[in-house]
């Protein structure tokens, strides 16, 4: 693979767009990042990463502040919240070049569905799942502790393409810039499993104000982890979706062994953005509703969440 014959397009350049961008940027892809708040100090200093398994990487990036004096780009990846995704819509689509494959590089379900209507036709989308712990210290800087992994699922596009090629090309650009990633067939499954980590963790660091370390070292917020993933599996099996044998056991064995985290929607909460709350909660809960499948602890958790999100944007 040419790297140069590649042209790669950064929506949301926080701490996922900006981690994977910076990535394929140094492996010498075209990449362009779009920013809102963060342009001018990016524009100025470059982006920097922190990483515990790549080191000190600065670049000076080709930034931009309106998606309107990007070049079309042959791949769009989405690192913004899916609660920004009505807005960034037309982005994206501004952004494509015809043909355009687009990566939502987001948590939860439906997320694909709510921006499918928004692009045109001629363009293709795919899930991206990202099993990573890193986030943003400072506008242009992302600090990253552990993993990196992202696996790419197909959702749609134009008929008459091989859509399983295409997704294992958008692999290959990933692993050229050596990150592990993995072409996913079933992109629905691929979600539900990696609901199973974020509904306990993301949803226990607001609620417990407390990161993965302490969640696991005492037995009551432990225990409500198990009690968690086991529902959501429960939600999984009742949406036909049945999860490997043993992955809560396999996802608790890997928080153990990472550093101590800070889930993303704890900042978001900490920063008074809004909760991703539809698609990690919501959405799940009203497929598991609709096949008969009642999941009390993940309801709770939810509303819980749900009011201190709405008291926490009137603030």
């Known amino acids: 693979m040419n790297p140069r014959s590649t ?3 950064i929506i949301g350049s926080g701490a996922i767009g900006g981690f994977y961008g910076l ?14 708040s963060e342009y001018l100090a990016v524009q100025e200093h470059g982006l920097t990463l922190d990483s515990a398994l790549h ?17 079309p780009c042959d791949w769009l ?18 952004a494509a070049a015809p043909g355009a494959k687009v990566v939502l590089l987001q948590n939860g379900l439906g997320v694909e569905e709510q921006l499918r209507p928004a692009l045109r036709a001629d363009m293709h989308l795919l899930g991206g799942l990202c099993f990573i712990c890193v986030h943003r210290q400072a506008p242009g800087q992302i600090r990253h502790q552990a993993l990196g992994a992202v ?3 197909y959702h749609s596009g134009p ?15 990933f692993r050229a810039a050596g990150i592990d990633s993995q072409a996913m067939t079933d992109l629905d499954q691929a979600r539900w499993q990696k609901l199973v980590w974020n509904v306990p963790y993301n949803g226990l660091s607001v609620l417990l104000q407390a ?12 225990g409500l982890v198990q009690a968690l993933m086991d529902e959501v599996v429960e939600g999984a099996r009742a949406c036909g979706q049945v999860l490997p044998q043993g992955y809560a056991a396999h996802l608790l064995r890997i ?5 101590d985290y800070w889930p993303s929607m704890y900042h978001d909460h900490v920063h008074q953005r809004p909760l991703e709350l539809q698609a990690i909660y919501a959405e799940p809960l009203r497929r598991a509703a609709a096949a008969g499948c009642h999941l009390p602890r993940m309801q709770a958790l939810y509303q819980a969440l749900a009011f201190l999100d709405r008291r926490n944007l009137a603030a």
């Open 23 to 36: 990535m394929l940027a140094r492996a010498g892809f075209d990449v362009h990042f779009l920013l809102r």
């Open 159 to 173: 008929a008459g393409h091989d859509s399983a090629a295409l997704v294992e090309a958008g692999a290959g650009l």
């Open 211 to 222: 990161s993965t370390t302490p969640l696991m070292a005492d037995v009551d917020s432990r």
């Open 255 to 259: 928080t153990e062994q990472m550093p």
């Open 7 to 9: 042209r790669i397009g």
């Open 55 to 71: 080191g000190q990487v600065k670049l000076a990036v080709q930034a931009y502040a309106s998606a309107a004096d990007m070049p």
């Open 151 to 153: 696996n790419l699922g």
């Open 77 to 94: 990846l989405v690192g913004a919240k899916a609660t920004n995704n009505a807005e960034l819509a037309p982005l994206i689509v501004q």
